[in-house]
């Protein structure tokens, strides 16, 4: 869970899904202090982006290291165990029990938190019938969720549409991190499964993971600065 005295700023995870470390560091500098947490994807990380989650968390920032690994529970491991030396907050595995099994034991005492993505946010039920699963988002979200607090990991990625049905079924120890956030009027893109930043917050999620609609907003800082007032409001602080 977020603790308690987390800042409604830390809250907001801008994801920088950006083309290379001189454009990410650029966009961080033009967030400032309206942003304390960034996400690092395969778009940045696939382009020698890794180096910066070091150089922001040297900063005083947050970073998620959102790679999503799945591959056979040996190399999972080994690459938790290199990761882990960035000294990011949140890793993402995607919520397959060997998968999942690796990740919690390779993180042993370090301080990352590792997360398990349920059901990507741009899947609906269509599209988990095209690639041959029997359950439907709802369903699959929460076995997989349930498999995964019981293997011990630390958090669930899923969609806000999804919080506050997790929330009952897990408690309130795991984070619940939510991509799919779009603010009213934001083009939903290829994102299925979204809500507003207001609405997720008040149904349970931890953490909102925004890429887009921050990063392509006239004004990055303004967008930022607008989503986490919605966060305050919503959490009634
Ligand atoms: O189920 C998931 C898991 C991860 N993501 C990531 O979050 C951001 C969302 O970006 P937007 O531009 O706000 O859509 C992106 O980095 C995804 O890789 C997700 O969307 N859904």
Redesign the pocket.
């Known amino acids: 869970m977020a603790p308690a005295d987390t800042p409604d700023r830390d809250r907001l995870i801008v ?1 920088l ?1 950006l083309p290379d470390i001189r454009v990410a560091e650029a966009m961080v500098d033009r967030l400032g202090d309206s942003v304390g947490f960034y ?1 690092i ?2 778009q940045l990380a696939y382009a020698g982006g890794l180096p910066l989650a070091r150089a922001l968390v040297g900063a005083g920032k947050k970073v998620f290291v ?1 790679l ?1 690994l799945h591959d056979i529970g040996n190399t999972v491991a080994r690459g938790v165990e290199s990761l882990s030396h960035l000294g990011a907050s949140f890793l ?1 595995v995607h919520a397959y029990p060997q998968t999942m099994k690796a990740a919690v034991e390779a993180r042993g005492s370090s301080k990352v938190k590792i997360l398990a ?6 899947y609906d039920d269509r599209d988990l019938a095209d690639a041959g699963y029997r359950f439907g988002v709802r369903d699959l979200v929460e076995a997989r969720a349930r498999q995964a607090q019981a293997i011990g990991v630390d958090g669930l ?3 806000p549409e999804e919080a506050a049905h997790l929330r009952g079924i897990v408690g309130p120890e795991m984070d619940l991190v939510t ?4 603010p009213a009027g934001a083009a939903a ?3 299925k499964r979204i809500m507003t930043p207001a609405k997720a917050i008040a149904a349970g999620a931890s953490y909102l ?7 392509d907003a006239p004004d990055p800082k303004a967008a930022a600065d607008a989503i986490v007032a919605e966060i305050t409001a919503a959490r009634g602080s």
């Open positions: 994801a899904d996400k994807g395969y959102d999503k993402t993505v349920t059901v990507l946010t741009s990625v899923c969609s991509p799919g956030i779009r893109g290829d994102q993971v925004v890429g887009r609609p921050v990063l």
